[in-house]
Structure formats: structure tokens, C-alpha cells
């Protein structure tokens, strides 16, 4: 007798979701086949039913109500792939409370409400999967979770937003602005219509949130890390990084030291010739150092339909399996039972080497009044890259620092700013030399 098939119920019907349905059709005997029974695609719920997608979707049962998906006994398993944290996590919850499993790539969802639905997916014997929601096809949660999980992390260093890595990558080799860049981010199609989560860093944020409970145990609500976004980097600043044999690129980084857990996201300058360094263009990689293992990569397509189509499907799959064998949870989804109570560190405390680029008067005695002025909070001069003429009235003074408290800075530069002789607030990049 032919083995009953496990139905499957999509919410969303965007990019990803017609992914998941062309990858589905395309590669459902393969599927099928590795399973030892037959994975169906069921229902769609998506509030938009007219729209061709480019795939044939008259074999699904298609509604613009998602209740209709889960409330279906039949489905045991629903992807979620409407995004934000309002009808998703309700959703999400209705889901998991029916006991029904859902794989996600809602990384805004997991980092505000992670706990809450690990909760309920726990308390309702259901469970939850989300390797698509970082790095998108990369499996570095499942590495994480399962592949080191013998190790201690110590730090892990990610270029996890594929939008702000081709902006950054374009601006470097075309020497064009980032609001150049960015509109041939969009024309490609790499950057959403709305890209102000990627470029504000907020969606690396998200990302850096889910790593730091995989790796860390750790849960950190979004608000708690700090954040810059890639919209302040100029020309100017890359061509420096060049110079001194940096390259710039937007970081989300954690790293746990001295009884603390460390986490920021930022443009920051990493050497040119490191491997992160050298991951160009669209791509994602998560470089993660154990104590024992050392240090791992992760590289590969962190967007797009498709790339991210398979982390969802290998997820169902595995979610599929786990309710075959009736052994859900086998792993929880943050690789551990208990989150530890362990202090994240304030953006004050944080101390690292600094890339400061101010716009100054060309007249004599500026030099010395910000040197004075980092010299009185204790902030030390580690090299002076440049004091040009330049035809503009200001001209950059660009300075690399040895390792200085973010508070110190921050108290120094509120002076600086006051200066007369400095005209422009002055940017600060951080310098990353441990890649
Ligand atoms: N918008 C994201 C990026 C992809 O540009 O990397 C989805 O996480």
C-alpha cells in the first residue's frame, strides 16, 4: 500500500513562497524519494490570488483566509512566509497550538517573539524550523545547533545582509555614492521596494538576535543591540579603507569575553584579505570560532527566491520525518532547554579601535584641538591618514585609533563637534582586525 502523503499548508505567496512552490514541483519526486513517503502541498493562503506567479497553482486549494490552511486537519505541517510580526505570529501561534509544526523565515518574528513561540510549540507538542531566516540557504543554524554543538563559541563575525554587501561591494569598485548603488540594488532586484530594514542594519539586527540564541543561549530583543545602518559611507571612507588595507563591510558580530556577551551590528572596516573580506557582491558568510573547533565558515546566497526556497523545504522535510518517527523536538530549536542569564554588555562598555573622519578647517592649530580633545578622554592616536587640500573650504582629518571605550569616544566627539573649526559631524567606523 502506498505510503499517506504529509500535507503541507503555505501562508504567503511572495518571492519565497512561489519559490517554495516551483522548488516543490520541480524537485518533488527527488523529495519524495528521500523521504520514503510523499510530502504535499495542500493549501495557499495569500491575500492577493490573481497575480501570476509564473507557476501552475491549480492543484492547490488557494484562499485569501489563512485560518482556512490551519484549521485544515489535514495539514500537519504550514510554512509561514508572510513576514512582520502582526498576522504572522497570530498565525504562527494558531499553528503551533493546533499542533501542527511550522517552518518560518520570519527573522523579525523570532527576534521579537522567539520565546513565546519556542514556548507554545513546546507547551502544544509542536515544533518550529527556521534555517531560512539567516544567511538564507546557508545551514548555519543547523550547524550551529547540531554540528558544534559540543564546542563553546567564542565569536562569530557575519556579513548577513546581501542588499548592504552589493551596495558596499559596487560602491568600492565604481567608486559611485551609496544612493547610487542602492538604485542599482533595486533595478536588479536585490534590494525590496522598501529597503530601509536592510540599509538601517535593523534586518542584520533580527539575524544577529537568532545567532546569538544558537550560539550564546541567548535571548536579546532587537532594541538591546546596538545598531548602525550603511547609509552614512561615503566614497571617501571606502577609499581610505582601501588605503590602509581595510575593506568596509556591514557586520553583525557577538563574541563573549570576561563573563559578558558582547553584540553589535555596523559598518565596520575588516582587513581587505581576510576571508570576510573577500566575500563580494550579494553573498552572505558567518565565520563562527569555537574554543575547540576553531574557526568554521558559512558562504552562499543569503536572498532570493530559490536559495532560500531550499533552507524552507529542507526544514519541512525534516520537520516531516520528526512526525513520522513521533519524535518531534528531538533538538530544541535554540539547541538548548534553558536560555542562560548571561549579562549583554552596554554600547558604552564596548571597547574597540576606531576609523574617525572629520571635516575640519584647513587653518593651523585644528590638528592639535582634536588630538587634545581625544588625548583629555584617554583616546590614543594610532595613525593620521590624511591632511590633503582639498578644494572645499573643509577637509577631511582622518585617524585610526588605538583600542578606546565607546563612552570615552562618544564624550569626546559631543566636544569636537562644538569646535568652530570642525564643520561636519564626524564619522566613526569601527576597526575589526580579529577576522
Ligand atoms: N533582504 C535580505 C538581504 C534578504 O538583503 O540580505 C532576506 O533576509
Redesign the pocket.
Known sequence: MPERPVYVGLLGLGTIGTGVVRLLQAHGPRIDERLGFPLRLKRIADIELERDRGVPLDSYALTQDWHEVVDDPEVELVIELIGGDGVARSAVLAALKAGKSVVT?N?ALLAHHGPEIYACAETYGSDIAFEA?VG?TIPVLRALREGLCADRIDALHGI?????NFILSEMEERGETYAACLKRAQDLG???AD?S??VNGM?STH?LCILLGLAFGLHVLPEAIPTDGIECVTPLDIEYAERVGFRIKLMAIAKERDGGVEAWVSPTMIPRDSVLGRVGG?M?AIEVRGSMSGPTLYYGA??GSLP?ASAIVADLMELARAGRCGVKRRVPPLGTPVLREIPLRRKEDLEGEYYLRFSALDRPGVLSHIAGALGEHGISIASLLQLERHASEAVPVVMMTHPAKDAALRAALAEISHMGDVLAPTQVIPVEREI
Not at 160 to 164: E, F, M, P, S, W
Open positions: 523565515a527573522k531566516s538564507g548577513v545582509n546581501g542588499t548592504c536585490f534590494a525590496e529597503p530594514f536592510d534586518d539575524k550579494a552572505n543569503g536572498a532560500t
